[in-house]
C-alpha cells in the first residue's frame, strides 16, 4: 500500500505538505494542492484513519444512538444526519437503544468508548441513566427530537434539536373542530416522552382554542407504536358515545389506528375523520389521502450535525434548544374536498431557547368558520 511518504515523493512535496493538504490544517498553493490530489489518486493512497486518530487523538467520527430507526421519521432524519456530517468530514456509529432506559446507557457507552468526538441521542421516556453518564464523562452530545430538562431545574444541560410538537397539534384539532367536529379524540404516544407530553399539551389547547371540553376518555395512548395504538384506537370506538374525529401522534400509530377502524368496519372520513402527526412518503398513496403535520426530517437531522460541531468548537458555550416549524399538509382524511395538496403553513426559521428560557408556542392559526381550508 501506498504511504504518505510515497505521495510527498510523487507531488515533489514534504511529507507535512501531504498532511495538511488530506487533513486541510494549512493552506496551500492550489498548483500544490492539485499535485498532492494527483498523487494521490495515481497511487491510490488511502489515509490510515486509525493511525492518524491515535497521534491527533481524533477520529472524525459521531456516535448515533436512536430507536426505531426503521420508522421513517427517524430515516429521514439518519439521511440528514449522514449527509451533513459526510460533508464535515465525519462518518458515523450508529446504534439503537430500543427505547429502553439501561440498554441507552449501554450502547452510548459503547460508542463513547469507541473514541467518537461526540454524540447524538434520541433519549428514551426515562434518561437519567443517561444524563448521569453524559455529565460524568463530560461527553459531547446534542438530543434528538425529543428534549430533556435538568431534573433540578435550570433549563437544559444538553443541546438539543427537535421540531414543534404542541402547536401543530392544535391546528389539526382547531381544524378539525372547524368541520363541525364535537368529540375529538387524541392516540398519544408513549408517557414519558416530551414528545408524547407536549403534543397532548397542543391537543388540550386546540380544544381549548375550539371552545371544547376536554373529555379525558378521549385521550388514550398507543405507546408511539402500531400495534398499540390499534387496542387504543379500539377502545375509543367501543365508547357508548365514540369520537367522530382521530388525531394520531405519529405515523406507526397512524397505521395502527387504520388497522382498528378496519376492524369496526368503519370508512374515513364518511364514518370518522382522520388527521395525523408524521407525514410520510406514502401517505398521499392512502384512499383517503392523509391530512398530516410533516417535521422537517432532514433538517433536523443536519442542524444536530451542525450544533454538535459548534459544541465541539466551543465546550463552554451555554447549552440551546432548536426548535424546527412543522408544516400543515392538507388532503383528504380530514373530510375535506379532493383538491391538491395544499401545505397551508410555510416554512420558518427555527427558534433557539436560552437557557432557562421558557419555549413560547406560537399562537393557533384558526380556520374561519365553515372555511375548510
Not at 375509543?236 to 400509530?253: D, E, I, K, Q, R
Not at 444536530?304 to 400543515?328: G, H, I, S, W
Not at 410555510?346 to 428560557?357: D, E, H, I, V
Amino acid at each position: 500500500m501506498a504511504t504518505m511518504t510515497d505521495v510527498a515523493r510523487s507531488a515533489g512535496v514534504s511529507v507535512a505538505t501531504v498532511s495538511h493538504v488530506l487533513n486541510g490544517t494549512r493552506p496551500v498553493l492550489p498548483h500544490t494542492r492539485q499535485a498532492v490530489l494527483d498523487a494521490v489518486e495515481e497511487l491510490g493512497y488511502t489515509p490510515n484513519t486509525l493511525a492518524r486518530s491515535l497521534v491527533t487523538s481524533r477520529t472524525r467520527s459521531i456516535g448515533l444512538a436512536v430507536s426505531a430507526i426503521s420508522n421513517p421519521y427517524f430515516t429521514e432524519i439518519l439521511q440528514g444526519i449522514e449527509a451533513a456530517a459526510l460533508e464535515r468530514g465525519y462518518s458515523l456509529l450508529i446504534a439503537d437503544p430500543h427505547d429502553d432506559p439501561e440498554h441507552e446507557r449501554k450502547v452510548v457507552q459503547l460508542l463513547h468508548e469507541r473514541r467518537v468526538e461526540g454524540l447524538i441521542v434520541a433519549p428514551s421516556a426515562h434518561p437519567r441513566e443517561l444524563l448521569a453518564y453524559l455529565g460524568r464523562h463530560r461527553v459531547p452530545a446534542v438530543f434528538l427530537d425529543r428534549v430533556v430538562e435538568d431534573p433540578e431545574g435550570g433549563g437544559p444541560r444538553f443541546d438539543q434539536v427537535c421540531a414543534e410538537s404542541a402547536q401543530p397539534v392544535a391546528r389539526l384539532v382547531t381544524h378539525l373542530a372547524g368541520l363541525g367536529h364535537r368529540r375529538i379524540a387524541l392516540v398519544a404516544g408513549l408517557p414519558g416522552l416530551s414528545t408524547t407530553s407536549e403534543r397532548i399539551t397542543g391537543y388540550r389547547h386546540g380544544l381549548a382554542d375550539a371552545g371544547l371540553p376536554f373529555d379525558e376518555r378521549l385521550l388514550v395512548h398507543g405507546d408511539s407504536e402500531s400495534a398499540g395504538a390499534e387496542r387504543a384506537a379500539g377502545a375509543l370506538l367501543s365508547l357508548g358515545a365514540p369520537p367522530t374525529a382521530l388525531v394520531t401522534a405519529n405515523n406507526a400509530m397512524t397505521i395502527g389506528t387504520l388497522r382498528a377502524l378496519r376492524a369496526h368496519g368503519l370508512s374515513v372520513p364518511e364514518d370518522i375523520a382522520l388527521c395525523c402527526f408524521d407525514d410520510f412518503a406514502w401517505a398521499d398513496l392512502f384512499s383517503p389521502r392523509l391530512t398530516a403535520i410533516a417535521q422537517p426530517g432532514k433538517e433536523i437531522g443536519a442542524r444536530a450535525v451542525q450544533v454538535l460541531l459548534d459544541r465541539l468548537a466551543a465546550p463552554d458555550r451555554p447549552a440551546r434548544t432548536v426548535r424546527l416549524a412543522c408544516t400543515f399538509v392538507h388532503r383528504t382524511s380530514c373530510g375535506c374536498p379532493d383538491r391538491p395538496e395544499q401545505h397551508a403553513r410555510p416554512p420558518q426559521p427555527p427558534q433557539t431557547q436560552r437557557p432557562g428560557q421558557k419555549t413560547r408556542q406560537p399562537e393557533n392559526q384558526q380556520p374561519e368558520k365553515g372555511n375548510p381550508s
